[in-house]
């Protein structure tokens, strides 16, 4: 009965000692860790990078290999086929851009959705440029799709200004992929009229 005792005061006391010090942890030390092998994988993980361990199969100790240059990844070749830089001489050469997007009920309804989702905040849901936030007034308000602005600005221009960002709107790049881009184009046609051509006005700068 006493070495039971004398055992579990052991064990307690080790415990305890343990959660103290493991509690220590900071900054670059993890503290003990209890069996670290089943959560630390022997092997190169590709999305982290040791300080202490670099790769020494890989140029410059690097997980990642880079992809071949001139290569364009799986998927990717969307966003390949548009490569402007940010700047008023490639939204005015986005202009000669022709929407390769056929335009079908099933497009304009895609485009439709994909606009309500991203573009009524500001725009309105008929595009009159009284969304929520403008109303707030929160963001002065954006041109309505029934101006001339808009009629006379080519589906290039809307497309680098949706990709891209211009003046005041920010890039939705990053959310809508080109073809989905290409797409709410085509939803902006259906509200604001057909193109009537190249407005002789310079857009801002």
Not at 49 to 65: F, L, V
């Amino acid at each position: 009965m006493a070495n039971t005792r004398i055992i579990l005061s052991t064990f307690a006391l080790f415990s305890v000692m343990a959660l103290f010090t493991a509690c220590s942890a900071g900054g670059d030390n993890p503290g003990y860790e209890y069996a670290p092998n089943m959560y630390h994988g022997f092997g190169y993980e590709p999305l982290s990078q040791k300080e202490d361990e670099p790769n020494t199969i890989n140029p410059h100790g690097m997980n990642m290999r880079e992809p071949v240059k001139g290569t364009v990844a799986r998927g990717q070749q969307d966003f390949a086929n548009y490569s402007f830089t940010v700047s008023n001489e490639s939204y005015e050469a986005s202009a000669s851009l022709k929407n390769p997007v056929a335009s079908s009920p099933k497009v304009i309804a895609e485009g439709q959705t994909l606009y309500n989702i991203n573009c009524t905040p500001c725009h309105g849901d008929k595009g009159l440029g009284d969304g929520t936030i403008v109303s707030a007034g929160k963001f002065p308000p954006p041109p309505s799709y029934d101006s001339d602005r808009i009629k006379t600005t080519p589906d290039g221009k809307m497309f680098y200004s949706i990709r891209y960002g211009k003046n005041l709107m920010g890039a939705y790049g990053t959310v809508l992929t080109p073809n989905q881009i290409w797409k709410v184009v085509h939803y902006i046609r259906t509200v604001s009229g057909p193109y009537k051509g190249a407005s002789n006005v310079t857009a801002s700068k």
